[in-house]
Structure formats: structure tokens, C-alpha cells
């Protein structure tokens, strides 16, 4: 075949047939739960949904090899190239390719990327990707005519808008399930919601909208940490009745207090501006410490994450900033968020100061890569980046592992913050979302908050006082917005925008 011509609309045909057979086996099978397919209506859209696919995709790469099959071959190289990636993580962790989680992969740092490294990705990049695209450089195509070509352009779009039409009595099914169809369907999924992720951040980021001014209202020395989690679900917290001991430190400190409280979204970016912004908005508002930094609170940023709003202040220290003259095993991990923190704190020349650490505890898919060998307190522990592999006890266990470390970790910030008694001091432990391990044949994070199960957006909220600080109200259940509010209640920052309802503090 590969030495002699082949005729374009074989070609396209051909392409098409192999990209429905090799990438969507995840977007057909959702539509046969999602629908009774042994009626009429049922059998109409799946005979509908196939023809749909298979002529969609050859006709828009007739179009584009006809103008150029130069272009047409990189274009349809891509495709195989990405879509191979995209089944992979679709069948390996269930996500949906929607914006949200197109969000989620152009805002992953390259040690994140490299921990989804595995066999079996190389096999369908292999298999699905590059064997297909070896086919595609090499194949001679028939240049096509003018002549030829319109005719066929035309009564290929006149069917697919006829068959459009055709399906009117099923369009409320299609227009409820397309957020999973639209997310599942290759290459769509991520070049339209791409676009469109591209598209809300234009529209998002037009310009950072500033708030009013403050004021500080006394000169009482007041230190508030506020510690953002990383997929850190309430239910595997000890704390909120976990049957497995996974707070050992923290559930003898004394003044600390769990909350319940849920995430607005189930990845990174959302959920850290929503903790961040003084309310639930997709505009961009100043974020809490740049205005915090704007109105003369000393304001010390240390992470060991990334997927933060653009954050204006003069202490920002990443990882690798924290990691210059760090020696020993704890440099490897979170604990280095500890490091220098109390000398930093001592070193401030002004009344108030507001701190977070941002961590990356609990972030899969390599659990048990995330905590010092001496926290493997449950075991056996899933060693292997493709989770559904492992069985669901070794899963549990390297997660609640990584509890057990953010235990520690938080209980020594807050003997470090005792030693401090110059000031009143505060710390509120809250996550950017929830994690699921396997439930529902789910895992990690990232299902787009309108249908995502409970695990993914069920956080633990922690407040620990000071003596002779502030008092808490009869709090029940929190939201991420509560940080804002009560972090200017406490630092006694007075503000136009402050709302005493979403604040935590007596």
C-alpha cells in the first residue's frame, strides 16, 4: 500500500476508521450507560453517534488535506500522537478531557508530569501513536481536484447537517450529556476545550481587579499561617472519625478545632484562588496576599507546589529557593516549607504577618513517594503510577500515609508558632480539594465539579489558637471563602470588602 498512491478520500476514510476504533472505546461506553439502547431512540443515537464520528472526522481531514497534504500529515500526526496520550489517562484514571482538566495539564510543573511515567504509557504512545503516524509520514496521497473535491465536500456537509437535524427529538439526551460526550471525543476534547480554556482566561484575566484599600486597626502583634493542602479529602482524617490512626500528633494539641467544609472546584488552579479571593467569582480579583502585601502586612509565601494565582509580594520562595543549603532526607520533602520559618517570622520589623505554605503532601499518583520512609505507617503501600493495577488496601495505605506526614508537619509548625509568644498567633489547615481512590472506578482528582463525587470536594478545615487570642464561633460547616474574611479578622485589617459573615473568629 505504501508504495503506490492511495486516493485521498481512502485516506481520510481509513484515518478516520482507525482514530474511532483506537480512541473511543471510553466515549462509547458512556453513552451506553447513559442511555437505554434497546429502544428505538436509543439504537437511533448510537447508530447516529457512530456515523457522526466516523464522517465528522474524515470530513474535516478531506478539507485539510486537499489544501495541503503537507499540512494535513503534521496536523493528523499530532492527532495520533496526542490522542494516544489522552486514552491512556482516560483508561487509566477516568478523567474527562473538559477545560478543567485541560487547565490542570497547562498548568502541571514538569516533577508532577514525570511522576505519570510509566510502561504502559510508552506502550499505548507505541502502539496507538507513533506506529499509526510512521504509516502517515510515508504514505503517498493522490492530489485531489477542484472538481472532484466539491461535489463531495458539499454533499458530505449537506448529510452531517441533515443527520443533525434528524436527531431534533434527541437533542435535550445530547445536550445533557455533552459536557462527557464533548470531553471523551478525540481529537475534540482537548482542541475545542482548549480553546475554550483559553477563551475564559482572556475573558478571567483582562486585568487583576484591585480592592479598596485597608487599614490595620492596632498594633497588636498578631501571626496568622494559613496552610493549603493538596488533595487532602476529610474523610481519611482521624480527626473527622477515620477508623485508621491517622492524626496521631495533632489529636493531643490542644485549641485545635475541625471543621466540615467543601471545595469550589477539584483541581489546583480553582481551588487555591477560591481560598484565596474574597469571593466566589471567575473574575480576578486581588488575591489575599498580594492585598494583604498592599496594605503594609508583612507577607511570606513558601511553596512547594505551583498552580497559584500570580502572587506580588517580595517573599515568594519556591522549592528550589527553600533547597539552597538544605542538607538531609527532609529536604526532600515538605518538611523544607518548615525551614528558617521561625527566624524569617522573628526577622520582620512590622505588627503583622501572614504566612502560607503551600504543600504537595498528598498528590498522586505516587503516594508513597510523597512522605520519609519512617511515616510508612500502613503498608502494604501501592508503589505503581497506574492505581487501578494496585489493589485497594495498598492504595488506602500510601494515601493515609501521606495524612499521617501532613500530621506531622502541622503539629510542628505549631509548636514552632507556641515558641512565638510575642504574638497572637492563628493556623487554619484547609485543602485545594478532595482525592479519590478508587471509588466509583475513580482516581485522583480533576472531575469537573458539577458531577464530581463527594470525595473529590469534601476538605478537612483546621483552626488552631494561640492562648490569649481569639475565640471561635459555633462554626459547623466552612467554605474555602471563609479563609479571606478571618485572616482580616484576625490580623485586625479593616476593609470595605470584609463580610463578618464569612469570617470564623468571635
Same mark, same amino acid.
Given at each position: 500500500?505504501?508504495?503506490?498512491?492511495?486516493?485521498?478520500?481512502?485516506?481520510?476514510?481509513?484515518?478516520?476508521?482507525? &482514530?474511532?476504533?483506537?480512541?473511543?472505546?471510553?466515549?462509547?461506553?458512556y453513552a451506553f450507560t447513559a442511555l437505554?439502547?434497546?429502544?428505538?431512540?436509543?439504537? !437511533?443515537?448510537?447508530?447516529?453517534?457512530?456515523?457522526?464520528?466516523?464522517? %465528522?472526522? %474524515?470530513?474535516?481531514?478531506?478539507?485539510?488535506?486537499?489544501?495541503?497534504?503537507?499540512?494535513?500529515?503534521?496536523?493528523?500526526? #499530532?492527532?495520533?500522537?496526542?490522542?494516544?496520550?489522552?486514552?491512556?489517562?482516560?483508561?487509566?484514571?477516568?478523567?474527562?478531557?473538559?477545560?478543567?482538566?485541560?487547565?490542570?495539564?497547562?498548568?502541571?510543573?514538569?516533577?508532577?508530569?514525570?511522576?505519570?511515567?510509566?510502561?504502559?504509557?510508552?506502550?499505548?504512545?507505541?502502539?496507538?501513536?507513533?506506529?499509526?503516524?510512521?504509516?502517515?509520514?510515508?504514505?503517498?496521497? +493522490?492530489?485531489? +481536484?477542484?472538481?472532484?473535491?466539491?461535489?463531495?465536500?458539499?454533499?458530505? #456537509?449537506?448529510?452531517?447537517?441533515?443527520?443533525?437535524?434528524?436527531?431534533?427529538?434527541?437533542?435535550?439526551?445530547?445536550?445533557?450529556?455533552?459536557?462527557?460526550?464533548?470531553?471523551?471525543?478525540?481529537?475534540?476534547?482537548?482542541?475545542?476545550?482548549?480553546?475554550?480554556?483559553?477563551?475564559?482566561?482572556?475573558?478571567?484575566?483582562?486585568?487583576?481587579?484591585?480592592?479598596?484599600?485597608?487599614?490595620?486597626?492596632?498594633?497588636?502583634?498578631?501571626?496568622?499561617?494559613?496552610?493549603?493542602?493538596?488533595?487532602?479529602?476529610?474523610?481519611?482524617?482521624?480527626?473527622?472519625?477515620?477508623?485508621?490512626?491517622?492524626n496521631p500528633l495533632l489529636s493531643k494539641?490542644?485549641?485545635?478545632?475541625?471543621?466540615?467544609?467543601?471545595?469550589? %472546584?477539584?483541581?489546583?488552579?480553582?481551588?487555591?484562588?477560591?481560598?484565596?479571593?474574597? +469571593?466566589?467569582?471567575?473574575?480576578?480579583?486581588?488575591?489575599?496576599? &498580594? /492585598?494583604?502585601?498592599?496594605?503594609?502586612?508583612?507577607?511570606?509565601?513558601?511553596?512547594?507546589?505551583?498552580?497559584?494565582?500570580?502572587?506580588?509580594?517580595? &517573599? #515568594?520562595?519556591?522549592?528550589?529557593?527553600?533547597?539552597?543549603? $538544605?542538607?538531609?532526607?527532609? $529536604?526532600?520533602?515538605?518538611?523544607?516549607?518548615?525551614?528558617?520559618?521561625?527566624?524569617?517570622?522573628?526577622?520582620?520589623?512590622?505588627?503583622?504577618?501572614?504566612?502560607?505554605?503551600?504543600?504537595?503532601?498528598?498528590?498522586?499518583?505516587?503516594?508513597? !513517594?510523597?512522605?520519609?520512609?519512617? #511515616?510508612?505507617?500502613? %503498608?502494604?503501600? $501501592? +508503589?505503581?503510577?497506574?492505581?487501578?493495577?494496585?489493589?485497594q488496601e495498598s492504595l488506602v495505605n500510601?494515601?493515609?500515609?501521606?495524612?499521617? /506526614?501532613?500530621?506531622?508537619?502541622?503539629?510542628?509548625?505549631?509548636?514552632?508558632?507556641?515558641?512565638?509568644?510575642?504574638?497572637?498567633?492563628?493556623?487554619?489547615?484547609?485543602?485545594?480539594?478532595?482525592?479519590?481512590?478508587?471509588?466509583?472506578?475513580?482516581?485522583?482528582?480533576?472531575?469537573?465539579?458539577?458531577?464530581?463525587?463527594?470525595?473529590?470536594?469534601?476538605?478537612?478545615?483546621?483552626?488552631?489558637?494561640?492562648?490569649?487570642?481569639?475565640?471561635?464561633?459555633?462554626?459547623?460547616?466552612?467554605?474555602?471563602?471563609?479563609?479571606?474574611?478571618?485572616?482580616?479578622?484576625?490580623?485586625?485589617?479593616?476593609?470595605?470588602?470584609?463580610?463578618?459573615?464569612?469570617?470564623?473568629?468571635?
Open positions: 500500500m505504501l508504495r503506490h498512491n492511495v486516493n485521498l478520500v481512502h485516506f481520510v476514510l481509513v484515518a478516520s476508521a482507525i &482514530n474511532f476504533i483506537f480512541f473511543h472505546y471510553p466515549f462509547f461506553k437505554d439502547y434497546k429502544t428505538l431512540g436509543g439504537t !437511533t443515537i448510537i447508530v447516529s453517534l457512530v456515523i457522526a464520528m466516523l464522517l %465528522a472526522n %474524515a470530513f474535516v481531514l478531506y478539507l485539510i488535506f486537499f489544501f495541503s497534504r503537507l499540512v494535513g500529515k503534521i496536523v493528523l500526526t #499530532f492527532f495520533f500522537l496526542v490522542n494516544a496520550i489522552a486514552i491512556y489517562f482516560v483508561n487509566t484514571y477516568h478523567v474527562l478531557i473538559d477545560p478543567t482538566m485541560i487547565g490542570n495539564i497547562l498548568n502541571t510543573s514538569y516533577d508532577e508530569a514525570s511522576s505519570f511515567f510509566s510502561f504502559q504509557l510508552m506502550l499505548y504512545v507505541i502502539l496507538l501513536g507513533l506506529i499509526p503516524v510512521v504509516f502517515i509520514i510515508k504514505v503517498k496521497i +493522490t492530489k485531489e +481536484t477542484f472538481k472532484r473535491f466539491l461535489p463531495r465536500f458539499s454533499l458530505t #456537509f449537506l448529510f452531517l447537517v441533515l443527520l443533525v437535524f434528524g436527531n431534533g427529538g434527541n437533542w435535550r439526551w445530547i445536550d445533557k450529556n455533552s459536557p462527557q460526550l464533548g470531553s471523551l471525543a478525540m481529537p475534540w476534547s482537548y482542541v475545542v476545550n482548549t480553546s475554550r480554556f483559553y477563551l475564559d482566561k482572556f475573558k478571567e484575566n483582562k486585568k487583576v481587579l484591585l480592592l479598596p484599600d485597608a487599614k490595620i486597626k492596632d498594633p497588636v502583634k498578631s501571626l496568622a499561617v494559613l496552610v493549603i493542602g493538596e488533595s487532602a479529602r476529610r474523610e481519611n482524617f482521624s480527626l473527622y472519625g477515620y477508623e485508621k490512626f491517622t494539641v490542644e485549641h485545635l478545632h475541625s471543621f466540615k467544609a467543601t471545595s469550589c %472546584a477539584t483541581y489546583t488552579t480553582a481551588g487555591v484562588k477560591c481560598i484565596l479571593e474574597h +469571593t466566589n467569582s471567575r473574575k480576578l480579583y486581588e488575591i489575599l496576599p &498580594n /492585598y494583604l502585601y498592599r496594605n503594609e502586612v508583612d507577607v511570606i509565601w513558601r511553596t512547594t507546589n505551583w498552580g497559584e494565582p500570580p502572587v506580588h509580594i517580595k &517573599n #515568594f520562595h519556591k522549592k528550589e529557593d527553600l533547597n539552597k543549603g $538544605c542538607e538531609g532526607q527532609a $529536604c526532600n520533602y515538605d518538611e523544607i516549607l518548615l525551614k528558617g520559618l521561625k527566624e524569617q517570622i522573628l526577622a520582620s520589623k512590622k505588627d503583622k504577618i501572614f504566612v502560607v505554605l503551600h504543600t504537595s503532601t498528598s498528590h498522586g499518583p505516587s503516594y508513597n !513517594t510523597r512522605y520519609p520512609p519512617e #511515616f510508612e505507617k500502613f %503498608a502494604p503501600v $501501592c +508503589t505503581s503510577v497506574e492505581l487501578g493495577e494496585c489493589s500510601a494515601y493515609d500515609n501521606t495524612i499521617v /506526614y501532613t500530621d506531622y508537619i502541622l503539629s510542628r509548625l505549631i509548636e514552632g508558632l507556641k515558641e512565638l509568644k510575642e504574638y497572637n498567633s492563628t493556623m487554619l489547615f484547609v485543602s485545594d480539594h478532595g482525592e479519590s481512590l478508587g471509588e466509583y472506578n475513580l482516581y485522583m482528582h480533576g472531575i469537573p465539579a458539577a458531577f464530581a463525587p463527594k470525595e473529590q470536594l469534601e476538605i478537612p478545615f483546621l483552626v488552631w489558637l494561640s492562648d490569649g487570642s481569639k475565640k471561635l464561633k459555633p462554626n459547623e460547616i466552612l467554605s474555602q471563602h471563609h479563609i479571606f474574611h478571618s485572616i482580616l479578622n484576625f490580623l485586625a485589617i479593616e476593609s470595605p470588602i470584609y463580610d463578618e459573615n464569612m469570617n470564623i473568629f468571635k
